[in-house]
């Protein structure tokens, strides 16, 4: 029978992911680790931390029952929760992490990415060993309802021929004076990029070795850099070429002059094709072509639909009480996480170069 027993946690960082893109009308929800607890019956809040009172203070009239802290070591001293979430800004990830840790929770949930450099990713990664804490990093795609269906739907589609995955947004692809904030889109938003080509990519039959190389992609190459006219230390554009162990050809095109935003991921193979991204999930197979005798076209496959519903977050929590219960692994691994993490910091050093 499965256990019934409700866990405990606490959430350093009451800001937009923490906390407040809960009330976002426009965005599915959950969309907030906060409002993802709640939702869950298997966990109960107990803590809330934030050095910015103010976010603090909207975040406890919230969540009423549960006491807040200005700093992680005044949380830590005075409760022991079950799950820690670190929601904080990308530049603190590294000293937050370590301390959350060495509380030794049962289970830590990382945001994205899970550190700015490869040095501080390995280093919470030898503090996780040391006190044996499990870490789950939130690429959220990983645990969509649309990308596990494209996931399953990419073995129909035959071998896979080539890749494209981009993202298009008015932030910075990368600028050397942002490096200590974080605050250009190679890591903010590209971290959601890599990781989910990689997961699509990936084996689960396999991770074992998966884990022998840093990542899924590699061969890697840049091009079509676009470097900002009045400061050339901003790049605009970018597109980074892999390969990998199911396809040569894979690309993926980050754009930071764009004035929208977007993030899709194409998909072609020798029988069949798959497009997701935001707001869309389409599926395609070969069948005989309508305009041309003895040919075979694609067409959107009717007996698959996009679920109405990614549940991301949802599904992310529930994972979360499913490993505590023992039932599954985790599905998005701190080794995971520095996989990407490692594919960013290279891309980043050849901006550099």
């Known amino acids: 029978m499965r256990s019934k027993k409700k866990y405990t946690a606490a959430i350093i960082g009451t800001g937009r992911i923490g906390f407040t893109l809960g009330f976002d009308k426009k965005r599915e ?73 060495r509380s030794k929770p049962k289970l830590l949930i990382l945001e994205k990415p899970v550190a700015l450099c490869m040095k501080d990713g390995l280093a919470i990664a030898d503090e996780a060993k040391k006190y044996g804490v499990p870490v789950l ?25 080539r890749v494209r995955a981009e993202l298009c947004s008015g932030l910075r692809v990368y600028g050397k004076k942002y490096e200590a904030s974080g605050e250009y889109s190679l890591f903010h938003d590209g971290t959601h990029l890599v990781d989910i080509v990689q997961y699509l990519l990936s084996d689960d039959s396999n991770s074992a070795e998966t884990e022998k190389r840093r990542s899924v992609l590699y061969n890697m190459s840049i091009t079509g850099i676009h470097r900002d006219e009045s400061d050339p230390s901003i790049v605009q554009n970018l597109s980074a070429h892999f390969a990998s162990d199911v396809c040569s050809d894979i690309t993926l095109t980050m754009s930071g002059r764009s004035r929208f935003f977007s993030f899709g991921v194409d998909i072609l193979g020798t029988e069949g094709a798959v497009a997701i991204g935001n707001g869309y999930a389409k599926f395609y197979r ?13 067409a959107e496959d009717k007996k698959v639909s996009a679920p109405k519903k990614t549940r991301c977050f949802s599904n992310m929590v529930k994972s979360c009480v499913d490993f505590l219960d023992g039932i599954v692994p985790l599905k998005s691994t701190l080794e995971d996480g520095l996989q990407t993490l490692d594919i960013l910091e290279r891309i980043r050093a050849e901006l550099c170069a």
């Not at 009239?61 to 700093?71: D, E, L, W």
């Not at 939130?138 to 071998?159: L, M, P, Q, T, V």
């Not at 070969?286 to 694609?298: D, H, I, Q, V, W």
Request: charged letters at 25%; a positive charge; one cysteine or more.
């Open 29 to 101: 929800q959950p969309a907030s680790h906060t409002a993802a607890l709640l939702k869950n019956p298997r966990i109960r809040i107990i803590a809330g931390c934030d050095t910015d009172a103010e976010k603090l203070a909207a975040w406890k009239r919230y969540c009423r029952g549960a006491a807040s802290y200005h700093t992680a070591s005044y949380l830590f001293a005075a409760c022991n929760p079950d799950i820690v979430v670190v929601a904080v800004n990308e530049s603190a990830h590294l000293e937050v992490a370590l301390e959350a840790i």
């Open 137 to 161: 990093v939130n690429h959220e795609r990983r645990f969509a309802d649309d990308y596990a269906a494209a996931k399953s739907y990419i073995k129909k589609i035959g071998a896979v021929q």
């Open 286 to 298: 070969r069948e005989k072509a309508k305009l041309y005798t003895g040919f075979y076209s694609l």
